[in-house]
C-alpha cells in the first residue's frame, strides 16, 4: 500500500530539516544520512551516505553539490512531479548535502525536455533566499550555499553522472573513465556530490525523522520509500510513493493493471518481466526499482515493445565505446530481423546472445551494460519460436519445405 | 526581427562569461532564440571563450536538441517512446504530417514550424504527449495536436 | 610512490602504485591487446580490447584505465575475457570496410593484427556486416579521411588538440553517427595546416596520406634520416621502396618524437622532380650545354686559376651553404681557404643570423641557442619575439604550445604581426617595427625599478651591469609607449611575468636579427635574461631558432669569412697557424669578406670568380635589383645545386648536386644538435654529393682531397675543432649529440653556461635605441616587413616543387589590414603593387589582420613576386646584416 512521505498532504515546513542540520556537526549530518541507509534514487542504488561521506572526506576548498534532474528514462517522471511541487526540499536537500560535504556552490541539471519547471524552481530558490535559508552565511552558521539551474539539451545519456559532469564543462556528454570518482575529481575536476532529484527531496525527511524511522519505512531490508512512475497500459498512470521493498504487485493494483502480460521495472533499461511474476518485490535485491515501471497487457506485441527500446538505445548511445556503439545497432539488427522473419530461431540469436553479455560486462558505462536487459528478457519471456515461419528466405530454412 | 548571432553571442557572453562551462548556456540561448545554431554563432562562441571550433562543432552536433540546420520558429516534439507509442502517437505523428506537408524533422517552407519525434519526455501519465516550444500538451489527439499546432503564431 | 601486491594470471607481483593493469601487465611480460590506446595521448578507454577479469568485480575492467589496487587478483586470458575481446572485435569488424586488399595501411593496421591475432576469418565473422560506405574527406591537400575505417579511438582528435595545440579536429555527432571532422566537416576549410601528426597516430586506414603508396607496407625498406627543411631537424623515417621515396614518418625520438610539420611529411617529392640536374652543365656562346665531369672541372680550375693567377686569390669568393651538410662546408671552407688562398666564404647565415652569432658570443661566448628544444615544454615563462614560431618552427611551435596548455607556463608575444601564437599567449605587445631595443630596455626599466633583477647571479656571473642600469634609466614605460606603441602597462606586465617566474626563456628569430641594429637587438635579449639569471640554468636562456636546416652547421663549420671551424678565428694567429699545420698550407690572415660584401664587389670588380654551392641569392639576398646586376658582372660564376635556380641560370658552369636524399653527412639542428644523414635513395644521372665535388674542385686547383666517406670528413672536423671533438658518426647513429662535445667520451652539451659562461663573466652591452634606416614618410607611407610562411622554404626551389605545398599556397602575395585594403581600394585576392626605393613587384592581396594597419608583410619565397626585390640592403654595422624586416614601401592598386 501507499506509504507518503515525500508525496504527503501535510508534510513538515520546507527549510525545517536543513536548519535542524544546521544545529549539527557536518560529520553529524553525514552519519544520519549513512545510518538511514538510504540507496541513490536515481537508479544505480548507490548507498548516499557512503558517497557523501567520500566526499566529506576529500580535501578542497571548493566542492559541488549537483542535482541529476535530467531524468531520461523511457517511462520515468517521477522527478517532473517533485520539481512541480516540492522544488523548496530539493535545495533544501541540497543545501543539506552541501553543508555535509563542506560546499557552497549547488547545481540542478534540469533536462531539456522540462524547460517549463524552471519558474516553480526559481520560485523555490528565490523563497529559500527570502527566508535566508540560501546566501551567505546561512542562519550565521558561517555557510554559504546557492544553488544554480543548468539545462541539457536532449542526451540521455547525460542523466550518467560523469557525462552530465562533462556536460556542465561544457562538453559533448561522453561518460568519463572511473576512477577518478566525482567524490574526488567531479566538476571542475574539484569533490563533488551527484544524487538525483529524489535522493535529496528524502534528505530533509531523514534528518527530522532521524535514521532508524526512515529505515523503517521500507520492507524487509529496505530503507524509505520510493516513488514510482507507472505508465502504459494501466487505469491510473501516474506517481505513486511506496515503502521500498514492497511487491510489485501492490503498485499494479493501485494503478488499476488488468490483462498483464508484461512488466517492465526500471524503464527501458530495466527488467521485463511475465505476469507470473509479479509478486516480486520492488528491491534492490530483486527488481531493481528505477522510477519507472510499464504494464503492457495481451494485445502488445512485445517485439515492437523491444524495437522500440533498442531504437531508443541506438539513439541515446553516446558512441564513444566500441561495445555499445556497435552492439546496440547489431540488437537492433537483430529485433528488426525477428520481426521481418529474416531469424526465426533461437539459435540464430546465438551471436546476439553472446554480444548482449558482451557488452554487459565490457561497455564503459550503465548504458551499454543494461541496455541489453530488455533484449535479452523479453526475447526469453515472450518471443515464440515454435510458430511457422513466416519469411521464405529465413535462417532455418524451414520455410522453404 | 531576429538578433544576429553575433549580437545573441555577446549578450550571452556578458550574462554567463566567457568559461568553458558556460558553452552549454551559450548554446542553448543561441538554439532558442533562433531555433537553430548558425556557423556564424559556432565561430563567435569558438572566439570567445577560446574553444577551438571544431570542438564547439562537436559539442553541438552531440545534442539533440541543437540543430546546425536552420529551424522552424515553432518546434513541435512529439513523443516516440513507447507509452506514447501505445496510446497513439502514430496517428497522431501521421496527421500533423498530412496537415503540415512535412516529414518528421523537416521544416514547412514558410519556416514556420518544424516537426520533430524524441525520446521519452516525462509526461507518459499523460500520454500521448509533445512539447511545442518547451511547453508541454498531453492526452493528444490527432484532432486535438493538430488544432494546437494550427494556433501557433 | 611505494609497491604494491597483485596477482596477475596466478603470479604474485609487487608494481608501482598509480600504475594501470596495462603498464603492470607490460612490466611484468604479459601481453593485453589493446587498439584505441597510445603513450602518447590521454587515455580514451573506449575499444574495450584490452578488458581483463578483476575477481570480484561485475564487469571487466579496461586495463589501459584501470589502476591498479592492493591484492587485486587479475586475469587476462580468462574464457571470459577471451570472448569479450573476440566479440567486440567482431562488432569493430562488422562496421568496417574491410578494403585490406587495397588498403595502404595494411600490414600496419592495428585492426588488422588485432584480426589477426585474434583468429577471426570471414568465415567465423559473427555479425553482419553494415559498413557506411560513405565519401571518403579528401578536401585536405595531404590528407584523407575514410569514416568507412574509423574505429573512433579518437586519438587523431587528441594527437591534434593536444600534442599539436590545434584542435582542428574534434569528434562529430554521436552513437552510431559519429565521425572524426572539423564541423563543417572538410580539413582544408579550417586552419588544417597538414601535419600529419594525426595520420601517423591512427590505428588503421581511417585518416591516411591522400597519395597513395603504391607499393605494399612490407616491401618498403625504412631509413631514418633528418629533415631538409628547417632547422629543428627533424627526425624522419623514410619508407623507400624501388628507389622511390613511398611515405614519410615522423621518428619518435628526439627532437620531434614524432611531430613533423607538413613539409618534412608531405613536401620532399622534390626530390624526383624531372628538373632535377642530371649532368654538369657549361655555358657556351648563352647556352647551357652538357659536359663530362672531367672536362667540367678542368674547365672551372683552367677560370679559376686565371683569376687567380691575374688578381690574386681575394679575387675569387665562394658561398658555402646552409642547405648541405657539415662536412661538405668544412670541405667547402677549407677549399676556399687552402685551395684558393682566400677568406672570402660566407653563407645565407649573413642574412638571417649573423647578429645572433655577433651578439651572443660578445655577450656569453658562444653565439648559438643556449638551451634545448625539449626544455622549451617546461619554462615557466616563454618570451618569443620575432619569430613567428607556427610557420617558421612549426614542431617548436608544438612545444611551446603544450608548454602553456599543459604545464601553466605564460607566454608574452611581442611581435608587430597578430601571429598564431598570440592566440596562446598571456600578453601580446605589438611593437612599432625596428623597435626592439627600446622595449627590451623599458622592460628592464620596470624590473630594475621594481628590483626585480637577480642580483646575486649579476654580481656573481655577470660583468659591466651599471652601464646597462644606466641607460635603461631613460626608458621608462612611458617613453617607451612613445617609441614603440606598446601601452606603458603591457611593458610594466611583461616585465613583472618575465622576472618574477621560476624560469624565463627568451625565443627569438628573424625579427630580432634582420635590422641594422640587429646585434643590438641579439644584445638587448641577453642583457634581459642575464639581469633575470636566466642563462645556464634548464629551460632559460636566450635562443634564437635558427631557420635553414643546417645553418648552425654552416657557421659551425667555418662558412663564414671571419672564423675558421669552430669559430677559431681568423684574425687569431695561434689560430691560424693550427690550421696551416693541420691543413698543410699557407693560409690568408685577412678576414674575408660577407655576403653582401661580396655582391658590392663583384660590381665593383674588385671579386671576380665566384663559387656558389647550393645557395639561391637571387630570390634570397636583399635589394635584389642590385644584386642581379651584380652577378651578371661576375667573369665566372660556378653554380652547384640540384635545379637549375634562378642563380644557377646566371651561372657559366652549374654542376648537378646529389641531394640530401641521396648522400651521407651530418647537420647540426637550432639546438646544437648534431644529426645524421643517411642516403636513402640513389642520385639521378650524374649527380654527386657536394663534399665529392669539392674534392674534384680542390684537386683541380692544386690541393688534393680525398676522403672515402662523409664519417671520415667528420673525424678530420673532430680533430680540429674542439666543439666537435668528440663527434664521430659512429657516436650519433641513434640520436645527435649537441656540441660542445670536447672528446669521445663527453655525452653532448644540453645547456650552455651552467656555473659560468663560456667566456668566464656574462657581459652586460648597455644599448641605446636607433631607428631603421628607412621610417614612412609620404611618399613611402607604409612599412613593409618580409619573411616566411609555413608551406614553403627558403626560395621555394624544394617547397615550389611539391604539388601539395603549391595546393595550400601558390604563389606570392601581401598580408594588408582590411582598413588599409578598404582605403586603398584594393580587394581581397586581387592585384597589387609594392615598391620601395629599390624596386617593385605586382602581387596579390590578403587582407588580413595579422597585419597592423599601416603595415605591409610579403613572403619572400616567390621569385615571380622577389619580396628581396623591395629589401633594403642596409647593414648592422656589426653583423653585416641587412634590414630585411623594416622597409618604407608604396602599396598601390594595379588599374
Ligand atoms: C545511462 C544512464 C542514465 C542515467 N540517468 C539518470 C537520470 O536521469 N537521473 C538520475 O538521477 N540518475 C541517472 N543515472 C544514474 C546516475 O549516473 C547517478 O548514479 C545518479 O545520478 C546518482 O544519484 P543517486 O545516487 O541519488 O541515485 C543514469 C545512469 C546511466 C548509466
Ligand atoms: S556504454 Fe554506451 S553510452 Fe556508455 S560510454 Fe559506452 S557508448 Fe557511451
Ligand atoms: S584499415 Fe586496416 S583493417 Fe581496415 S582495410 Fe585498412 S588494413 Fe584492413
Ligand atoms: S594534419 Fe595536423 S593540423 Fe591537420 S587535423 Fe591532423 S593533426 Fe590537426
Ligand atoms: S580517424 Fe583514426 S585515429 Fe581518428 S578516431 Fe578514427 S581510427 Fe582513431
Ligand atoms: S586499449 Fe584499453 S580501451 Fe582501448
Known amino acids: 500500500m501507499e506509504k507518503k512521505v515525500l508525496l504527503a498532504e501535510d508534510q513538515p515546513e520546507f527549510g525545517a530539516g536543513f536548519e535542524l542540520a544546521l544545529t549539527m556537526s557536518p560529520a553529524d549530518v553525514v552519519y544520519i544520512v549513512r545510518d538511514s541507509g538510504i540507496k541513490g534514487r536515481g537508479g544505480a542504488g548507490f548507498p548516499t551516505g557512503i558517497k557523501w561521506n567520500l566526499a566529506g572526506a576529500a580535501s578542497s576548498d571548493v566542492k559541488y553539490v549537483i542535482c541529476n534532474a535530467d531524468e531520461g528514462e523511457p517511462g520515468t517522471f517521477k522527478d517532473r512531479i517533485l520539481l512541480e511541487k516540492y522544488s523548496e526540499r530539493l535545495i533544501e536537500g541540497m543545501a543539506i548535502g552541501g553543508y555535509a560535504i563542506g560546499s557552497s556552490h549547488g547545481i540542478i541539471y534540469l533536462r531539456a525536455e522540462y524547460p517549463y519547471l524552471i519558474p516553480a524552481i526559481e520560485e523555490a530558490r528565490k523563497n529559500m533566499i527570502d527566508r535566508g535559508l540560501l546566501g551567505k552565511n546561512i542562519r550565521g552558521k558561517g555557510f554559504d550555499f546557492d544553488v544554480e539551474i543548468r539545462t541539457g539539451s536532449g542526451a540521455y545519456i547525460c542523466g550518467e553522472e560523469t557525462a552530465l559532469i562533462e556536460s556542465l564543462e561544457g562538453r559533448s556528454g561522453f561518460p568519463r573513465n572511473k576512477p577518478p570518482f566525482p567524490v574526488n575529481s567531479g566538476y571542475l575536476n574539484k569533490p563533488t556530490i551527484v544524487n538525483n532529484v529524489e535522493t535529496f527531496c528524502a534528505v530533509p525527511h531523514i534528518i527530522l525523522g532521524g535514521s532508524e524511522w526512515y529505515a523503517d519505512l521500507g520492507i524487509g531490508d529496505c530503507s524509505g520509500t520510493k516513488l514510482f512512475s507507472i505508465s502504459g497500459d494501466v487505469e491510473k498512470p501516474g506517481v505513486y510513493e511506496l515503502p521500498l521493498g514492497a511487491p510489485l504487485k501492490d503498485l499494479l493494483e493501485l494503478a488499476g493493471a488488468k490483462d498483464i502480460q508484461a512488466v517492465q521495472v526500471g524503464g527501458a533499461s530495466g527488467r521485463t518481466i511475465r505476469a507470473t511474476e509479479i509478486h516480486r518485490s520492488l528491491s534492490y535485491d530483486d527488481l531493481p526499482p528505477g522510477g519507472s515501471v510499464i504494464v503492457f497487457d495481451s494485445t502488445v506485441n512485445m517485439l515492437d515493445v523491444l524495437e522500440n527500446f533498442m531504437e531508443f538505445f541506438v539513439h541515446e548511445s553516446c558512441g564513444q565505446c566500441a561495445p555499445c556503439r556497435e552492439g546496440t545497432l547489431q540488437l537492433m539488427n537483430a529485433v528488426e530481423d525477428l520481426i521481418s522473419g529474416d531469424i526465426c530461431s533461437e539459435e540464430s540469436l546465438n551471436s546476439y546472445f553472446r554480444l548482449a553479455e558482451v557488452m554487459r560486462i565490457t561497455s564503459k558505462c550503465g548504458l551499454g551494460q543494461t541496455a541489453v536487459n530488455c533484449f535479452v528478457d523479453i526475447i526469453n519471456n515472450f518471443v515464440d519460436f515454435t510458430g511457422e515461419c513466416v519469411s521464405g528466405e529465413c535462417c532455418c530454412e524451414r520455410g522453404d519445405q | ?153 | ?895
Open chain 3, 1 to 895: 610512490m611505494h609497491n604494491i601486491s597483485i596477482r596477475i594470471n596466478g603470479q604474485p607481483h609487487s608494481i608501482r602504485e598509480g600504475s594501470t593493469i596495462l603498464e603492470a601487465c607490460t612490466e611484468v611480460g604479459i601481453e593485453v591487446p589493446t587498439l584505441c590506446h597510445h603513450p602518447k595521448v590521454n587515455i580514451s578507454g573506449n575499444c574495450r580490447i584490452c578488458v581483463v577479469e578483476v575477481e570480484g568485480w561485475n564487469t571487466l575492467a579496461p586495463a589501459c584505465v584501470t589502476p591498479i589496487i592492493p591484492n587485486m587478483i587479475v586475469r587476462t586470458h580468462s574464457p571470459r575475457v577471451i570472448e569479450s575481446r573476440k566479440v567486440v572485435a567482431n562488432l569493430l569488424l562488422a562496421a568496417h570496410n574491410c578494403d585490406c586488399m587495397v588498403c595502404d595501411t595494411a600490414g600496419i593496421c592495428e585492426l588488422q593484427d588485432l584480426a589477426y591475432d585474434l583468429g577471426i576469418d570471414s568465415r567465423s565473422r559473427l555479425f553482419d556486416n553494415f559498413e557506411s560506405l560513405e565519401k571518403v574527406d579528401d578536401s585536405s591537400p595531404v590528407l584523407k579521411y575514410d569514416p568507412s575505417k574509423c574505429i573512433m579511438c579518437t586519438r587523431c582528435v587528441k594527437a591534434c588538440r593536444d600534442i599539436q595545440g590545434k584542435g582542428i579536429i574534434a569528434v562529430l555527432n554521436r552513437g552510431a553517427d559519429m565521425r572524426v571532422g572539423t564541423g563543417v566537416n572538410l580539413l582544408d576549410i579550417s586552419d588544417c595546416d597538414g601535419c600529419g601528426e594525426c595520420v601517423q597516430i591512427c590505428p588503421t586506414g581511417a585518416l591516411s596520406a591522400k597519395f597513395s603508396m603504391g607499393v605494399r607496407s612490407w616491401e618498403v625498406e625504412k631509413i631514418r634520416t633528418s629533415c631538409s627543411y628547417c632547422g629543428v631537424g627533424c627526425q624522419l623515417d623514410m619508407w623507400v621502396h624501388d628507389n622511390k621515396l613511398v611515405k614519410v614518418e615522423g621518428s619518435d625520438i628526439i627532437p620531434n618524437y614524432g611531430s613533423t610539420c607538413v613539409k618534412g611529411r608531405y613536401g620532399h617529392t622534390f626530390i624526383d622532380s624531372d628538373d632535377r640536374l642530371k649532368t654538369p652543365l657549361i655555358k657556351r656562346n648563352g647556352e647551357f650545354t652538357e659536359a663530362t665531369w672531367a672536362e667540367t672541372i678542368s674547365y672551372i680550375a683552367e677560370k679559376i686559376g686565371k683569376i687567380r693567377d691575374e688578381h690574386g686569390p681575394d679575387a675569387i669568393a665562394g658561398l658555402s651553404s646552409a642547405r648541405v651538410t657539415n662536412e661538405e662546408n668544412y670541405l667547402f671552407q677549407k677549399m676556399m681557404r687552402a685551395a684558393v688562398g682566400t677568406n672570402n666564404v660566407d653563407h645565407c647565415a649573413r642574412l638571417c643570423h649573423a647578429s645572433t652569432v655577433a651578439g651572443l658570443a660578445a655577450a656569453f661566448g658562444s653565439g648559438a641557442m643556449t638551451n634545448s628544444i625539449a626544455e622549451l615544454e617546461y619554462a615557466k615563462c616563454i618570451l618569443v619575439t620575432g619569430s613567428n614560431t607556427t610557420e617558421t618552427h612549426p614542431v617548436i611551435a608544438t612545444i611551446i604550445k603544450r608548454a602553456v596548455r599543459e604545464h601553466g607556463a605564460k607566454l608574452i608575444v611581442v611581435d608587430p604581426r597578430r601571429i598564431d601564437l598570440v592566440d596562446h599567449a598571456t600578453l601580446w605587445l605589438r611593437q612599432k617595427n625596428g623597435t626592439d631595443v627600446a622595449w627590451m630596455n623599458g622592460l628592464m626599466n620596470v624590473i630594475i625599478s621594481e628590483n626585480l633583477q637577480d642580483e646575486e647571479y649579476i654580481s656573481e656571473r655577470t660583468e659591466d651591469f651599471e652601464a646597462v642600469r644606466k641607460i635603461v634609466e631613460r626608458f621608462t614605460p612611458e617613453m617607451v609607449e612613445e617609441i614603440t606603441t606598446i601601452p606603458a602597462e603591457k611593458i610594466r606586465e611583461a616585465a613583472r611575468i618575465f622576472a618574477t617566474a621560476e624560469v624565463s626563456s627568451i625565443v627569438y628569430s628573424m625579427g630580432i636579427t634582420q635590422h641594422i641594429t640587429g646585434t643590438d637587438n641579439v644584445l638587448s635579449t641577453a642583457n634581459l635574461a642575464m639581469l633575470t639569471g636566466n642563462v645556464g640554468k634548464p629551460s632559460g636562456g636566450v635562443n634564437p631558432l635558427r631557420g635553414q636546416n643546417n645553418v648552425q652547421g654552416a657557421c659551425d663549420l667555418g662558412a663564414l669569412p671571419n672564423v675558421y671551424p669552430g669559430y677559431q678565428k681568423v684574425a687569431d694567429p695561434a689560430s691560424q697557424e693550427k690550421f696551416e699545420k693541420a691543413w698543410g698550407r699557407k693560409l690568408s690572415p685577412d678576414n674575408g669578406l660577407t655576403v653582401v660584401e661580396i655582391i658590392n664587389s663583384l660590381e665593383s670588380g674588385k671579386v671576380k670568380g665566384l663559387i656558389i654551392m647550393g645557395e639561391n641569392p637571387m630570390v634570397s639576398d636583399p635589394n635584389l635589383n642590385h644584386a642581379e646586376k651584380a652577378l651578371e658582372s661576375a667573369e665566372f660564376l660556378v653554380v652547384c645545386d640540384i635545379f637549375l635556380t634562378e642563380t644557377a641560370e646566371k651561372a657559366d658552369v652549374v654542376l648537378p648536386a646529389a641531394s640530401f636524399a641521396e648522400k651521407e653527412g651530418t647537420f647540426t639542428n637550432t639546438e646544437r644538435r648534431v644529426i645524421l644523414l643517411r642516403k636513402f635513395l640513389d642520385a639521378p644521372g650524374k649527380a654527386i654529393p657536394d663534399w665529392k665535388i669539392i674534392c674534384d674542385l680542390s684537386t683541380s686547383f692544386g690541393y688534393p682531397m680525398s676522403y672515402a666517406n662523409p664519417a671520415e670528413i667528420m673525424d678530420e672536423i673532430a680533430s680540429v675543432t674542439p666543439i666537435y671533438g668528440g663527434i664521430r658518426h659512429s657516436r650519433i647513429q641513434e640520436i645527435g649529440l649537441q656540441w660542445p662535445c670536447p672528446d669521445d667520451t663527453h655525452p653532448g652539451t644540453v645547456y650552455l653556461h651552467e656555473g659560468v659562461f663560456k667566456r668566464g663573466k656574462g657581459k652586460f652591452h648597455p644599448v641605446d635605441f636607433i631607428p631603421p634606416a628607412e621610417n614612412p614618410d609620404e611618399e613611402y607611407p607604409f612599412i613593409l616587413s618580409t619573411g616566411r610562411i609555413l608551406f614553403h622554404y627558403h626560395t621555394g626551389s624544394m617547397s615550389r616543387r611539391v604539388s601539395a605545398l603549391n595546393e595550400y599556397v601558390s604563389g606570392g602575395y601581401a598580408e594588408i589590414h582590411p582598413t588599409d585594403v578598404d582605403r586603398l581600394g584594393l580587394v581581397d585576392g586581387g592585384p597589387v603593387s609594392i615598391s620601395t626605393r629599390r624596386g617593385q613587384i605586382e602581387t596579390t592581396v590578403r587582407s588580413t589582420e595579422m597585419v597592423a594597419i599601416g603595415s605591409v608583410f610579403v613572403p619572400f619565397h616567390f621569385a615571380e613576386a622577389a619580396a628581396n626585390r623591395l629589401t633594403n640592403d642596409a647593414l648592422d654595422p656589426k653583423a653585416k646584416i641587412p634590414e630585411l624586416k623594416v622597409a618604407a614601401c608604396q602599396v598601390a592598386r594595379i588599374q
Open chain 2, 1 to 153: 526581427m531576429l538578433r544576429n548571432p553575433e549580437e545573441i553571442v555577446a549578450d550571452g557572453i556578458r550574462e554567463f562569461g566567457n568559461g568553458r562551462e558556460r558553452l552549454m548556456q551559450l548554446l542553448t540561448k543561441v538554439n532558442e532564440e533562433l531555433s537553430w545554431i548558425p556557423t556564424t554563432a559556432i565561430e563567435a562562441i569558438a572566439k570567445a571563450t577560446g574553444i577551438s571550433v571544431a570542438e564547439v562543432y562537436s559539442v553541438v552536433s552531440f545534442y539533440s536538441f541543437f540543430s546546425t540546420e536552420p529551424r522552424g520558429r515553432n518546434i513541435v516534439r512529439l513523443c516516440s517512446t513507447i507509452s506514447c507509442v501505445m496510446t497513439g502517437q502514430d496517428e497522431i505523428l501521421k496527421a500533423l504530417m498530412d496537415e503540415f506537408g512535412i516529414e518528421p524533422f523537416g521544416t514547412t517552407d514558410d519556416g514556420r514550424l518544424t516537426i520533430e519525434t524524441t525520446p521519452c519526455i516525462g509526461l507518459c501519465d499523460q500520454a500521448p504527449a509533445m512539447l511545442v516550444n518547451g511547453e508541454p500538451h498531453v492526452k493528444l489527439t490527432p484532432e486535438k495536436a493538430c488544432e494546437i499546432v494550427r494556433g501557433l503564431g
